[in-house]
């Protein structure tokens, strides 16, 4: 979904990347990339809102809100 300059997008956390198994906290993702992560799906379980602490499992998808620029900066981080 885009809205002007704000992206609201569906981003993998490809198994094979080494962002996989971390937590947004550790990986720094506000910061890094400008994006928020606004949920965690990972099958059936899903997680609004993660803290910083939540780990980004392998295979699992995330809600990502920024820009355009932001959310791109967020799928590479995630991707392998």
């Known amino acids: 979904l885009r809205l002007d300059d704000?992206?609201?997008d569906w981003?993998?956390?490809d198994p094979a990347s080494p962002s996989a198994g971390?937590?947004?906290g550790d990986l720094t993702v506000r910061t890094s990339t400008g994006a928020s992560?606004?949920?965690v799906m990972d099958g059936a379980?899903?997680?609004p809102?993660?803290?910083p602490e939540v780990v980004l499992p392998a295979g699992a998808t995330v809600v990502?809100?920024?820009?355009?620029d932001a959310v791109e900066r967020l799928r590479a981080?995630?991707?392998a």
Do not use: D, Q, W
């Open 37 to 39: 992560i606004a949920a």
């Open 49 to 51: 809102g993660p803290g």
């Open 64 to 68: 990502a809100v920024g820009t355009l």
């Open 45 to 47: 379980a899903a997680v």
């Open 22 to 24: 971390r937590t947004s």
């Open 77 to 79: 981080l995630l991707g």
């Open 11 to 13: 981003v993998a956390v």
């Open 6 to 8: 704000l992206a609201i």
